[in-house]
């Protein structure tokens, strides 16, 4: 099992910046891919941004250009960096390993406008 925590959330401005953090422990051995998503309220969960042990990325239509994704290995840590917020990028956002099906317990992230 991976387990995951994540941290870096809170209120901003629209236009702000914000730096996510998800790190990961456990049998880390097997983590390739990471992802985030976000919930808002009274929506269904979307993804936003995933990348590979490689380092390749790929990103949801809404964020491009404005988030990147990173990850420092040794660290066992993937990092969303969130530029330009806006108000619907207001959520909680939560990270995933899919290969054990691990889900963090999120990070809110409100965008004040």
């Known amino acids: 099992q991976v387990q995951l925590v994540e941290s870096g959330g809170g209120l901003v401005q629209a236009g702000g910046s914000l730096r996510l953090s998800c790190a990961a422990s456990?049998?880390?051995?097997?983590?390739?891919?990471m992802r985030w998503f976000r919930q808002a309220p009274g929506k269904q969960r979307e993804f936003v941004a995933l990348?590979?042990?490689?380092?390749?990325?790929n990103y949801a239509d809404s964020v491009k250009g404005r988030f990147t994704i990173s990850r420092d290995n040794a660290k066992n840590t993937v990092y969303l960096q969130m530029n330009s917020l806006k108000p619907e990028d207001t959520a909680v956002y939560v990270c995933?390993?899919?290969?054990?099906?691990?889900w963090g317990q999120g990070t809110q992230v409100t965008v004040s406008s």
């Open positions: 990348i590979h042990n490689g380092g390749s990325t």
């Open positions: 456990g049998s880390i051995f097997s983590i390739s891919v």
């Open positions: 995933n390993e899919p290969s054990a099906g691990s």
